[in-house]
């Protein structure tokens, strides 16, 4: 299984974002994992010894900051070339894994994609695994414009694809994942 860690070096809430990816790293350290970090708005990431794929597809005018992450995604996978078969997982760096019991169901059985819907069927974006090959086709099909002009969220297109393509997927009840959410300006910490 390849872990994509995903972050954005930006000035807002700069203080609070660096210690999240930093406890979010040691944390994976902890349990013998070790990410690649796509950093998917700077062009160095502050913490030193650490696997690095920098995409340089933001765009910062964009409203629907989903596009650029899918964008970032899509990048940073064609760089890596796994196989086909392989599972990759992707975590948002701010969020701090509090069991690896997540990753053992991904690496021990043999799903094409393994989510955690919220109320709304959308999946979690904030964790989720896919396939490789499944994974690229996705970012690949997606309607970029289309996404960024009716604001389209990644967690609908996300269980769109998964519906539509027919995956087989493992749905977690669980993933044991701490996050700080908040698209509103208000940090709310939630547990998935």
């Known amino acids: 299984m390849i872990l994509l860690f995903t972050s954005a070096i930006i000035t807002e809430k700069y203080?609070?974002?660096m210690k999240e990816?930093?406890?979010s790293l040691q944390q994976l350290k902890e349990y013998g994992i070790r990410p690649k970090i796509v950093e998917c708005v700077a062009s160095s990431f502050p913490i030193d010894g650490e696997d690095v794929i920098y995409p340089g597809v933001n765009n910062p005018g964009l409203r629907n900051k989903g596009v650029?992450?899918?964008k970032a995604l899509l990048t940073a996978l064609r760089q890596i070339k796994a196989p086909e078969g392989e599972k990759v997982a992707k975590l948002t760096g701010r969020y701090l894994v509090e069991s690896r019991n997540t990753f053992d169901m991904i690496d021990s059985t043999n799903y094409d994609a393994y989510v955690r819907y919220d109320n709304?069927?959308?999946v979690f974006t904030g964790m989720f695994a896919m396939k490789y090959s499944h994974l690229v086709r996705f970012l690949e099909t997606i309607d970029y414009d289309g996404m960024e002009n009716n604001m389209q969220n990644f967690?609908?297109?996300t269980a769109k694809y998964i519906s539509d393509n027919k995956l087989s997927v493992y749905k977690f009840d669980r993933l044991h994942v701490k996050a700080n959410i908040f698209?509103?300006?208000v940090c709310n910490l939630t547990h998935w």
């Open 15 to 17: 203080d609070m974002r």
């Open 21 to 23: 990816y930093s406890d």
């Open 68 to 70: 650029n992450e899918a």
């Open 120 to 122: 709304h069927g959308q």
């Open 155 to 157: 967690e609908w297109l």
């Open 183 to 185: 698209g509103t300006g």
